[in-house]
């Protein structure tokens, strides 16, 4: 999609027009894609990473179906996340998830800026990323006809996200365990999948 000057201010978090007919388009788009996955039933995994992949704008080809279910199911096991419907995702082009990943049901995503999820990551359900935000000043947000901003949020790999979490924008370190509301940093994770751990220490 040939960026239009409002997407390209969206993407960099600056102040844009969400009616932009190009971004209307494409959240039109995004939001069939995800009615379709999630209409879709008890369909094969090859299927489901098709129809994902429609709302991220994904155009990798799919590898040869094997005639054997299960190891055609594994196919994908490398390639893509896990995704429990139904889901709602507002542009999907800006949304990318690592391979074994699992995001379960009724997640909201609002990707109006860059958001990234690492490799085997698990989300609980109802889980809320919401990349956008609207300016303080009533005098500039004027309701519907004011402009939108947003900010990125990027979950590190093998971080474990607990049901019905709302992430807004910013950072939390790696190997870190956050908690609350609002959300602030509780202690370090002790594991030798850190580089800093040390073992003798404890």
Same mark, same amino acid.
């Given at each position: 999609?040939?960026?239009?000057?409002?997407?390209?201010?969206?993407?960099?978090?600056?102040?844009?027009?969400?009616?932009?007919?190009?971004?209307?388009?494409?959240?039109?788009?995004?939001?069939?894609?995800?009615?379709?996955?999630?209409?879709?039933?008890?369909?094969?995994?090859?299927?489901?990473?098709?129809?994902?992949?429609?709302?991220?704008?994904?155009?990798?080809?799919?590898?040869?179906?094997?005639?054997?279910?299960?190891?055609?199911?594994?196919?994908?096991?490398?390639?893509?996340?896990?995704?429990?419907g139904?889901?709602?995702?507002?542009?999907?082009?800006?949304?990318?998830?690592?391979?074994?990943?699992?995001?379960?049901?009724?997640?909201?995503?609002?990707?109006?800026?860059? /958001?990234? *999820?690492?490799?085997? &990551?698990?989300? $609980?359900?109802? =889980?809320?990323?919401? !990349?956008?935000?609207? @300016?303080?000043?009533?005098?500039?947000?004027?309701?519907?006809?004011?402009?939108?901003?947003?900010?990125? /949020?990027? *979950?590190?790999?093998? &971080?474990?996200? $607990?049901?019905? =979490?709302?992430?807004l !924008?910013?950072?939390? @370190?790696?190997?870190?365990?956050?908690?609350?509301?609002?959300?602030?940093?509780?202690?370090?994770?002790?594991?030798?999948?850190?580089?800093?751990?040390?073992?003798?220490?404890?």
């Amino acid at each position: 999609m040939a960026a239009s000057k409002e997407w390209e201010k969206m993407l960099r978090g600056e102040l844009y027009w969400a009616g932009n007919s190009q971004l209307q388009d494409n959240r039109t788009r995004c939001r069939l894609a995800c009615r379709q996955f999630n209409e879709s039933g008890e369909v094969s995994r090859r299927r489901k990473v098709e129809l994902w992949r429609s709302i991220i704008g994904d155009k990798r080809p799919l590898p040869p179906e094997n005639s054997d279910p299960k190891v055609d199911e594994a196919l994908f096991q490398d390639t893509d996340p896990f995704v429990d419907g139904p889901i709602s995702v507002d542009h999907g082009l800006n949304f990318r998830v690592g391979k074994g990943t699992f995001l379960n049901f009724n997640l909201l995503v609002l990707d109006t800026c860059s /958001i990234t *999820i690492g490799e085997n &990551v698990l989300f $609980g359900p109802n =889980v809320c990323l919401y !990349g956008a935000i609207h @300016p303080i000043d009533p005098a500039i947000r004027r309701g519907v006809k004011g402009p939108e901003a947003g900010k990125e /949020i990027h *979950i590190e790999d093998d &971080v474990w996200i $607990g049901g019905s =979490v709302l992430i807004l !924008g910013g950072d939390v @370190p790696p190997f870190h365990f956050a908690a609350g509301n609002p959300a602030r940093v509780i202690r370090r994770i002790e594991t030798e999948m850190d580089p800093e751990y040390d073992g003798n220490k404890y």
